[in-house]
């Protein structure tokens, strides 16, 4: 076991309904051990030469570098973006209890 080895992944997706979809699929693939859906953001970002500007709903996703490939494709499959915002960021540290309940939790597919 590594010390540095849970991830957070960062997504965004249109609406509350389409988020919980795809939380719910990650936890129950046991591809992540929790999914945070956060509150709607108001977004700013230019696509194709234009600025846009959308309200989007964030996941926190949390999992392992062990379980991280599967998930990001199975993220992208699910997500209705052409060019979906997926961004893994590295846990340094935290309360080893928590940190060692995301490694069990995602250590084997469920079942």
Do not use: F
Request: net charge negative; hydrophobic share 45%.
């Amino acid at each position: 076991m590594q010390q540095n080895d849970v991830v957070i992944v960062l997504t965004t997706l249109p609406d509350v309904q389409q988020a919980r979809v795809v939380a719910n699929a990650l936890v129950e693939l046991g591809l992540a051990a929790c999914v945070n859906v956060g509150a709607p953001v108001h977004s700013v970002y230019r696509w194709q030469g234009v600025i846009e500007q959308a309200e989007e709903v964030p996941l926190l996703i949390k999992t392992t570098q062990q379980r991280r490939a599967e998930l990001l494709d199975r993220l992208v499959s699910l997500h209705p973006y052409d060019v979906p915002e997926v961004i893994v960021v590295p846990v340094v540290d935290g309360h080893a209890p928590y940190l060692d309940w995301v490694r069990e939790v995602t250590a084997s597919p469920a079942s």
